[in-house]
Structures are given as structure tokens and as C-alpha cells.
């Protein structure tokens, strides 16, 4: 590691790195712009391909193109007018002229309206193609439709809904995700970076590294998504952005942490920066490669947009780790001493952090560290109970968003005088021979409106010896009554001999995301756990002290999700959580928060072999306390940013990571990390010799 690190920062070398990262990004910068166009948000995409839905997605397009519905509803308290009445025509005449933006005006159906003597209700089912551009028109689709039929007034509620209308809401609260976070995210580790290094010079530095990394990184996955079939979706996307971000600007405060200290021993800043990244290196590899392979066990989740997160996580980061232990380190030593203005480290200076609040902080837990460190395990505990009111059991459209879009307006009025599955049919595909039964089937299972069962749109009658037909559900479409009736029909419709019948659409395809996700957090938890104490027992070279900062984050991640479950449901007022939620939050913190735990204990070995154990730990803290904590802020402050998208999901998992990065930078870490170490001392590196032995010895035993 000493030669990489002398060449990366050596006297001629230093512009030869700075040279290539310029020409990285004079050819990633066209690259990174086309990210977007290679995301894939189709809900399918989504899905394993072994999942009922999916396979009844991919048989439905020999029977017709792939159709998304918008649904126009109408509706007057009272009663529709004669007025209403004509408006809703004319509507309707205009909306079969419609051919922008994939929307099938010809084949528009109703208007329908609800069954009263005296109709209070009506809609209208526009179809949009959904072909390989049609996430990226949906929304000017859906406009098009709201441009023909006006807006609610004079008492009459027009909104447009069904599965259309709330994609294009959904498209529209992704729109500009990247450029939203890039802001968010720059702005955090702007103010941060000033808070911390009170340098307006020093902060320009790890900026310009950590956006190099960015554009390098999405350009790297944007070749991969256009050449090698990797998912990517508005998700990952967003989550790449902030990871990024968050674990380049963590890179870049350590080694310029170690790198201060340095100068302060080093005349030559370039011996200075060299044993920076010495010292500082290992550490740093270690944590990037704990979230790059924990990243990468998500390879084996089910659901495909988990799966796809995992490799752009995975690069992520790992490009940030190369931007920041080269292109960072060459600016540093390029821009010299001065770049710390106004505080300059100078050759001979005290080193600050021996004296400061840290320091003392150390001296204090080491008086009573087992009382201290019991009774923050307690109330972590305690904190932890909150899980009690945690519902990832998914959100409904209407949760999804925290304000109310017209779509979810539009459900809501739709619900009240149509059958709530309508716009939203259930699709079964059976053999021919075998259609008649399983409509019958269908028919008469509990949950499906009577009658309702018709051809869709534009579908063959026929096609390879198969049938296609729609149903409609008397619940809505992303309830759990409906969730269950698709259960029902599944289980009869697969026990007539020879229908080789398969049920999708929807309510289905959210089903199956339900359990592909249950099994990804049963599988995926415990390989990320498994993944990071082989990484930590490598690292520590002890089995002892791994097992215990694992347990510490697994106490840190239970307090956080509790925390959050409390905070959403009696501040936030949120409904629920996602599905994935518990397994996103989990892997960020566990991979991330580990971190944090490495830098610590990596310092407090280092210290141990000189000094032993509990002297290391007190100058362990010291060193790394005040960079530890910046590090945790500017972490926890790019996955807040994730709060600013008006989507629920996402703000939620921002919420839950940023809280648990406090909470391990502050208490886990800080207090409960280093008092168990003090408590338990040199043991706490079984089965090593330092557990055995002064630090002398140990030293001159790892020198050996």
C-alpha cells in the first residue's frame, strides 16, 4: 500500500492522475446524460421473470399490444344534468380523434355510467399503448386526455384516473429525480464540508472528486443498462445519487482528516499525503469493500429492481472509492498547505484532537464503561419496541404520494359509484379448450363483479390455442380484499386439469412483488450480516470484536426502524410502509453504518499495538471522533435529501437511513462501541495475540 500511495501522490504522477480522471469525464459526461433514457420503470421490470403476472404480461402481447387505461371519470352530487350529460359526449367524441402521444383514441369505450335511475356518474376508458417508449409518454399522454376533458367546476368532478392516470402522477413525482437529488445531495455536503473543514477553499476539493465519481459512475451504468441488460430504474437511479454522495464524502473526510495530521508531522506535503493514505487506506478499502459485497449480495434477491440495485450500488461506490484514494489525494497535494485556510496545519503544530472534546469524552467512559455501555444497550432496546408499529405490509396509490394528485382524486370519486376494481381488470389467459370453465370459474369466485368478465380491447379472440379474457374486482385494485380475491381465483383456476390458466394484471403483479419481496428480506438479510463479519474478521483479524460491532449495528438498525415506525405513523401520519422497506433500510445501514465502526476500530487496533487496548481506545475516539461525526452528518443529510421527492416510499427510506446513521455516528459508535471495548479490553481481540499480550509485544509479533 506505501508504493501505491507515494506514486498516486508523487511529485510528477500527481498530474498524470489528474489527466486521466480529465479525460474519464470528457468521456463519461456525454454518457451520464443518457442515464435517464436507459431507466426502465415498467412495473414488470420490476418483477422476476418467473412470477404468474409477468409470464401473463408477456403471453398477453400476441393477443394485442400492451395497453395501459386511462380512465376519465365524471360525477355530480345529485345527480348528472342534461348539461353534464352533452359535456361527457362531446368529450367523448374528441377523445376518439385523439392519436398523441401513443393514446388509441378510436378504440375509447363509454361512456359508462353508474347503475342509478337517476346517474350521479360516469367514465370514460381511454387506451395508451404502452410500448418501449411508453413510460416516457405516458405523462404527456394522460395531458392530452386532461386537456380534452377540462378540469372539475359548476359541480361537476372530472378527474382522470385508473392505471394511466396514476402512472403519469408517478412519472410526474419522478421527473426530474436526478437533477432534485444531485441539488439536494451537493447542498448537504456543501454546508458540511464548510461546517467541518470552516475552509471555503479546502471544500471545493472533495466536490469536484465526488461529482467526478458521480458522472463516471452513471456513465459506466448507462453502458450497462444499453449493452448488458442491467435494470436501472427512477429507484436506484435516485439511490445512486445519494450513495455516492454520501460514501465518497465519508472517503474524502477521512483521508483528509489523516491527511491534516500528517502535515502537521511531515515537512514535505508529498510524504504527508503518502502516509495519509497509508494509515487511512486500509480502512477506507475496508468499508467500500463491506458495501460493494454487500451490494452485491442483493444479486441474489428475486425481485428484479432489487437485484438491479445491487451492481449500480456496487459501482457506485466503488468509483467513489478510486476517485477519492487518487484524483483527491493529486488536487490536495497539487493546491499545497494553503487550501486548509484559514486554519493551516503547519509542520510541528500540535495535533488538536489530542486535548479536544473527543479525547476527553473517551477519559470519562473509561471510569464506568460497562454501566454506560448496559444502559445505552437498554435504551436502544427500548428505542427498538417501536417496531411494534411498523405495517410494511405496501401502500396503496392514495398512500403512495403525500399530497393528493388528481389520479388518486379520481380513485377516490370512481370508488364511490363504480365497482372498485374498475379500470383495473384482472387478466386470465387459459387454453381454449379449456376458456368456458375457467370463466365460469372466475365468475363466480367472491371478489369478482358478476358480468364483467369481457374480451380486452383490441385483443384477439384467440391466439396459440389460448384465451384471454378480463375480469373486473369488486375491491380496489390495490387493497388486500383484492390481493386476496386474485389469491382465490389463482388457487381455482389452477386445479382445472389442462387450463394451464395463469392470472395477472395489476393487483396481481403487486401480489407477486409481495412475495418475491418476503423472500428477498429472509434471504438477503442474513448473507449481507454473514458478508460483513468475514469482512470485519479479516480487517480486525479477531472474531470477537466483529461479533460485537455487528451486534451493535443490528441494535442501531431495530432502534432506527422502531424510531421511524413511531415517527410515521403519529407525525407523519404516513399509512404504512413498503414491502421492501425494512430490507432497504437494513443493507444501507448495516453496509453503511459499519463504516463508521471500521474507521473506529481500525484506528483503536492501530493505537492498541503501540500502547495497548484501553489507552487505544481513548486515542482511538480522539483521532477519529470529530471526522466520524462530520462523516455521519454528511451521510445522514444526503439520505434526508431523498425526503425532498414527493413519494412516499422514498421519503420513508430516507428518513429510516438518515435517523440510524445519527443514531450509530452518536450512540453506537461513539458511546456503546467504545465503552464495550474499554470494558472488555484486549479480549476483545480473541483470538488474536494482542488479546494476550502488551501492545510491544503484539507489534514486534505483527512486524514479525
Known sequence: MRDVARLLCGRRTKWLVVVFWLVVLVLAAPLAGKLMDAQDNDATSWLPSSAESTQVWEESKGFRPEIITAVVV?????????????????????????????????????????????????????????????????????????????????????????????????????????????????????????????????????????????????????????????????????????????????????????????????????????????????????????????????????????????????????????????????????????????????????????????????????????????????????????????????LSNADSFPDKPDSIAGQEVQNRYFPAGSGSPLVVIAAVDRGAQVRTTVEKTRGVVPGSLVLPPGARPEHDGRVIFEATLTDAADSEQARNTVERIREAVHRIPGADAQVGGDTAAALDMDAATRHDNLLIIPLVLLVVLIILALVLRALLAPLLLIATVVLSFAAALGVSALVFRHVFDYAGETTDFPLFVFVFLVALGIDYNIFLATRIREEALHQGTRAGVVTGLAATGAVITSAGLVLAGTFAALGTLPVVAFAEIGFAVALGVLLDTFVVRSVLVTSLFLDIGPRVWWPHALAREDGGAARKREAV
Do not use: C
Not at 450500488?313 to 487518487?326: C, N, T
Open 74 to 394: 365524471y360525477a355530480r352530487e345529485g345527480g348528472l344534468t342534461g348539461a353534464d350529460r352533452s359535456r361527457i359526449a362531446e368529450d367523448k367524441r374528441q377523445l376518439t380523434r385523439l392519436r398523441a402521444h401513443g393514446v388509441r383514441g378510436e378504440e375509447t369505450r363509454g361512456p359508462l355510467y353508474d347503475r342509478k335511475t337517476a346517474p350521479a356518474a360516469a367514465q370514460i376508458f381511454v387506451p395508451v399503448i404502452m410500448d418501449e417508449k411508453g413510460w416516457e409518454r405516458i405523462g404527456p399522454a394522460v395531458d392530452s386526455v386532461r386537456n380534452v376533458v377540462g378540469s372539475s367546476g359548476g359541480g361537476l368532478d372530472v378527474h382522470v384516473t385508473g392505471p394511466g392516470g396514476v402512472a403519469a402522477d408517478s412519472s410526474e413525482a419522478f421527473s426530474g429525480i436526478d437533477s432534485t437529488l444531485l441539488l439536494a445531495a451537493l447542498a448537504v455536503v456543501i454546508v458540511m464540508l464548510l461546517i467541518t473543514y470552516r475552509s471555503p477553499t479546502l471544500l471545493v476539493l472533495p466536490v469536484v472528486a465526488v461529482v467526478a465519481a458521480l458522472l463516471t459512475a452513471q456513465a459506466l451504468i448507462y453502458l450497462l443498462a444499453a449493452h448488458a441488460g442491467l435494470t436501472v430504474n427512477g429507484q436506484s437511479a435516485g439511490i445512486l445519487t445519494v450513495l455516492v454522495f454520501g460514501a465518497g464524502t465519508d472517503y474524502a473526510l477521512l483521508l483528509v482528516a489523516r491527511y491534516r495530521e500528517e502535515l502537521r508531522r511531515h515537512e514535505d506535503r508529498h510524504e504527508a499525503m503518502a502516509r495519509a493514505l497509508h494509515r487511512a487506506g486500509p480502512a477506507v478499502l475496508a468499508s467500500s469493500g463491506t458495501v460493494v459485497l454487500s451490494m452485491l449480495v442483493l444479486l441474489a434477491a428475486e425481485m428484479n429492481s432489487t437485484r438491479g440495485l445491487g451492481p449500480v450500488a456496487a459501482i457506485g461506490v466503488a468509483v467513489a472509492l478510486i476517485a477519492m484514494l487518487s484524483l483527491l489525494p493529486s488536487l490536495l497535494v497539487i493546491f499545497g498547505r494553503w487550501v486548509f485556510w484559514p486554519v493551516v496545519p503547519h509542520f510541528g503544530t500540535p495535533e488538536p484532537t489530542e486535548h479536544g472534546f473527543w479525547a476527553r469524552t473517551g477519559q470519562r467512559l473509561a471510569v464506568h464503561p460497562r454501566r454506560i455501555w448496559v444502559a445505552t444497550a437498554l435504551v436502544l432496546a427500548a428505542l427498538s419496541l417501536g417496531l411494534v408499529q411498523l405495517r410494511a405490509a405496501g
